[in-house]
């Protein structure tokens, strides 16, 4: 299967495994933070990369948008994120959630 060329080539790096163990020795700021895994530790991987988030940065989460297909915890926890992060541009596409986030 040939993969599209979307542009992205030497900006994007995918890291495989364990997202509080990649956190745990990352040191440099990322532009874009996916969050997408287990569905009952959305908050905890937000914590462990938090740090490394850029100064308005973006945040995406999937499967935060509709709790009534088993997504509540995910839900839950963005809601809480948002009632304790400075962000903007808060948008909503499908069962995405993405916020800019701010340093303070």
Avoid: C
């Amino acid at each position: 299967m040939t993969t599209p060329k979307l542009g992205i080539d030497g900006r994007v790096i995918l890291h495989e495994g364990f997202s509080e163990d990649i956190a745990r020795d990352w040191r440099e700021r990322v532009g874009m933070l996916w969050i997408d895994g287990n569905h009952t530790q959305a908050y905890a991987d937000f914590r462990a990369w938090r740090p490394w988030v850029a100064d308005g940065g973006i945040v995406a989460f999937h499967d935060s948008r509709y709790p009534e297909n088993g997504f509540e915890p995910v839900t839950r926890d963005v809601e809480r994120i948002l009632r304790e992060e400075w962000s903007s541009d808060l948008r909503f596409v499908d069962s995405i959630t993405s916020f800019r986030l701010y340093r303070y």
